[in-house]
Each structure stands twice: as structure tokens, then as C-alpha cells.
């Protein structure tokens, strides 16, 4: 065995074992990529209660984890996510039921997303079906979107009275408040092809065939980045939303000299140097 396949085999051993146990979510680690799949049949894999749960329980343990790669967020049952769950919504205004109990509901929600955005790995959202509501605003928490064509979308928390509240931050983010102004106040319905041309969408193709090519293609991108400097610069990212100027400059100079002084960024250098792959790329 070569010192490079060593090193290659002890950086992607698995901890599989150590995620936890879910009811509306299903988990897929291969090759140090982990696909979430929502699963949640009777609701056209609808948030609820325990779905949030369980997505917070799976990202908690893999956030720290540096041999899980990557992320990708799916649906089963041919839909990414039809939204939040309506009955339990229809629950919460039941007599009795008063505003801090559904306030705390409502955040509850926002646990998932913030989450999901912050997750130091790449982040892939892979839509077929539809993204309604809910399901769009957890889709941009990705850091790349893909969906077909033909996938559905809108945000229909007004028609039913109702505000988007804990998405709207992330889709002004991906889509900027012009477009999301639009597509937030009208009850919009659009395609696939639509999405792409507002911003919720990095690439379409014609089938979940085709996306799961694309999605192969920024694996194998991902998977020749040091995965310490994919979290710090996903850091670095999410920084520049609240700092700006000489502050944001001398933050990220305190990242750089981190990681230029870490074990990785010494093998990336070295490995550059030696002409040869670091220990984390694929052989």
C-alpha cells in the first residue's frame, strides 16, 4: 500500500455508527458524502416536529466532522418538501394554544434552517418534484441548488394567511429583496426553468438522472478542496454579512494564519511542493 492510499484510507474512515436514530429523515454515508433524505410519505415529506428534530440530531453530530465531505438534502417519494406541516399548524390554533406556544413552534424552524446554513461542509440541494413554502426556503440554505425542469415552487404562506417568517431572511439571501419582494407577495407559481432565471437555482437538467450528474461533478470538485478550508471559508462567507472593512480584513487574516499553520494547510503546501495529491484527494 502507498503512503498516499495510507494516508487517503485513515482520513476517510466513517462514523456512521455514531448518527442518531430518526423517524422522518433517512441517512446515506458513501465515500465521506452524506446524503439526507427527507421521508415523510403521508405529508409529501412535510416539516414538522420530528423532522426538525431529527435533522438538528443528524447535523450536530456531523458538524464537526471533517471526514464527512460534503452534504446532500433530498426527497423521497419523487418531492423535495411540500412545506411545513399544516395539520400540526392546525393543532396549534386550537383553543387554549396561546401566542408564545406557536411563536415557539414557529422558531423551532429556524433552528433547522440556520443550522443547515451553517454547516461547515457543501451543502447541495437536490430538488425534483417540488419545493413549496417551507421546502424553499430549507432548499436555500444550500450552497448549491440543483432541481429539474419541470420541478414546482412557490411560497403560499400568504394565501393561507400567514407570513413566510422563518424562510424570508434566506430567500432575500439567495435571491436579493427585489425578487424576493416578488415572489413572496404575489403567491407566485413558477417551473424549474423560472427558478433558474430568478437565482434560486445553480443548474437545471431535464431529469434527477441529469441532476445527479451534476451533482457527481461538484463532489468530485468538492472532494479535492481541504475540507478545514471549505469550513473556514464558509466561515468567512457567513462573516462578511456582519462585519465589513478593517474589521472583516483582520478577521479573515486570523482564519488565513490558522489554517496556513494547521496540519492541513501544511499538507496542501507540501503536497504542492512534492508535485503530488494531498492526503484528502481522491486517489
Known amino acids: 500500500m502507498s503512503i498516499a492510499t495510507a494516508r487517503q484510507m485513515t482520513f476517510m474512515h466513517s462514523v456512521m455508527h455514531n448518527l442518531p436514530p430518526t423517524t422522518k429523515i433517512q441517512t446515506q454515508l458513501q465515500d465521506g458524502w452524506l446524503t439526507i433524505w427527507l421521508d415523510n410519505p403521508k405529508n409529501k415529506n412535510a416539516i414538522d416536529d420530528a423532522m426538525c428534530a431529527d435533522l438538528l440530531g443528524v447535523m450536530d453530530v456531523v458538524r464537526e466532522d471533517r471526514t464527512i465531505r460534503g452534504i446532500t438534502l433530498r426527497g423521497k417519494n419523487g418531492i423535495f418538501c411540500s412545506g411545513g406541516d399544516l395539520k400540526s ?6 383553543p387554549g394554544v396561546g401566542h408564545a406556544e406557536v411563536a415557539k413552534m414557529n422558531r423551532g424552524i429556524g433552528d433547522v434552517l440556520i443550522a443547515l446554513n451553517e454547516m461547515p461542509q457543501v451543502v447541495i440541494c437536490l430538488v425534483e418534484g417540488a419545493a413549496i413554502a417551507g421546502g424553499l426556503g430549507l432548499m436555500c440554505c444550500g450552497d448549491v441548488i440543483l432541481a429539474t ?16 417568517a422563518q ?35 445553480d443548474e437545471i437538467a431535464v431529469d434527477v438522472d441529469g441532476l445527479e450528474e451534476i451533482e457527481a461533478k461538484i463532489k468530485r470538485g468538492v472532494l479535492r478542496c481541504g475540507p478545514g478550508a471549505i469550513a473556514a471559508t464558509k466561515h468567512l462567507i457567513l462573516s462578511s454579512r456582519d462585519k465589513s472593512g478593517t474589521e472583516m480584513m483582520d478577521h ?10 494547521s496540519s492541513e494547510g501544511k499538507e496542501g503546501i507540501s503536497s504542492f511542493v512534492e508535485k503530488r495529491k494531498p492526503n484528502w484527494s481522491p486517489s
Open 149 to 164: 425542469e419541470d420541478s414546482k415552487f412557490s411560497l403560499t404562506e400568504t394565501m393561507l394567511g400567514i407570513p413566510p
Open 252 to 261: 479573515a487574516a486570523d482564519v488565513f494564519a490558522t489554517c496556513m499553520l
Open 89 to 94: 399548524f392546525n393543532a396549534m390554533q386550537a
Open 167 to 201: 424562510i424570508a431572511p434566506f430567500v432575500v439571501a439567495r435571491v436579493g429583496l427585489p425578487m424576493a419582494r416578488r415572489i413572496m407577495l404575489t403567491g407566485a407559481r413558477f417551473t424549474g426553468l423560472e427558478a433558474l432565471g430568478f437565482g434560486l437555482l
